[in-house]
């Protein structure tokens, strides 16, 4: 039988629910077809976070899966909110891609050398504000459109650069006009980014299970739990100017700790639109499970409230608010 699995339809989507729709239709020795769905977030040309942010681009692919139009899902993960969806299971987190930004700029330059005034494209409030919290005088312009156009950008002399995630340009094989990989010390990540969701109905236990057997990545599950715990807890979306990163440490075989287990080291920031506020807090733990993995999460936001991210973001909310 046959199993249909909803996506996106940007190149980029498709490229990465190939990945899966192949490993799928090796594993289980059955045809996997793709389902394009069309969201939100996809047709409107409106600045992300004027829509809210939250579940623009995910709302339509689990009204499919829910409605039986498809029998499973795979999403950009940090494209999820953080509350779980009643009837659905995250049943797979595959190994994440490098989840780092990057610069692509006319040629080939760094930030350093990009020089003030420089036109810098974002469609994301996190980079936003990060780029203009590093003081070099950026003209940060937002942006909207798919990886070519804002690349085209570029090209066609529009912008001096534009900032994107270097896991979209790696499933696109489009790694070689990246001008520079940035530091997470000046460019923390959105949390979950590099990794994809797998979402199936809760009530197709026996797929979950085949879907998690085949696809999960125990280290990428453990590193993205703790993120979006943190992301969680601050009450931020996804479109919120938040960064986070967790990096699990290789376990020590002598501990006889289960796979994927270890120390993680978790950072994160939250900043004001122009930068010229933030808070920046990191943690290490131990970390044997997703209970360890969220609260590890959980407590280094509550540190980060306690240093005032909480009012920042507050602030940040009510002047979305009309």
């Known amino acids: 039988m046959r199993l249909r699995l909803g996506t996106r339809g940007s190149a980029l989507a498709r490229a990465q629910s190939g990945t899966v729709c192949d490993a799928l239709a090796a594993g289980l020795g059955r045809p996997v077809e793709l389902r394009t769905i069309t969201t939100y977030g996809d047709t409107s040309a409106a600045p992300l976070a004027s829509l809210g942010g939250t579940g623009v681009f995910v709302n339509a692919l689990r009204e499919a899966l829910l409605a039986g139009e498809v029998d499973l899902v795979v999403h950009s993960l940090k494209d999820l909110p953080t509350a779980a969806p009643e009837g659905l299971v995250l049943a797979a987190v595959p190994a994440r891609e490098d989840p780092r930004d990057v610069l692509v700029s006319a040629g080939g330059r760094t930030l350093g050398e990009l020089g003030s005034g420089a036109r810098v494209g974002t469609g994301s409030p996190r980079r936003a504000a990060q780029l203009r919290a590093l003081g070099l005088g950026l003209r940060v312009l937002a942006v909207r ?5 804002r690349l085209r950008m570029v090209s066609e002399a529009e912008l001096d650069a534009v900032v994107l995630a270097r896991a979209g340009l790696a499933r696109l094989d489009r790694l070689g006009e990246v001008s520079e990989v940035l530091d997470p010390l000046l460019m923390l990540p959105a949390p979950g ?25 125990r280290a990428s599950r453990l590193a993205v739990t703790a993120e979006r715990a943190l992301l969680a807890t601050l009450e931020a979306g996804c479109s ?35 930068g010229t506020q933030h808070v920046r807090r990191s943690a290490t733990a131990r970390v044997d499970s997703l209970d360890d993995a969220r609260v590890l999460g959980e407590k280094l936001a509550h540190q980060m409230i306690d240093d005032g991210a909480g009012d920042l973001l507050a602030a940040l909310h009510r002047e979305r608010v009309p």
Do not use: F, H, K, M
Not at 145 to 149: A, E, M
Not at 193 to 217: F, I, K, M, P, Y
């Open 145 to 149: 459109g798919n990886v070519d156009t």
């Open 193 to 217: 980014q590099g990794a994809l969701a797998v979402e199936c109905r809760a009530e197709d236990v026996e797929l979950a299970a085949r879907l998690s057997a085949l696809l999960e990545d």
């Open 240 to 274: 919120a100017p938040v960064g986070a990163l967790a990096v699990l440490a290789e376990p020590d075989p002598a501990d006889g700790a289960p796979g994927g287990a270890g120390e993680i080291y978790l950072r994160a920031v939250a900043v004001t639109p122009d």
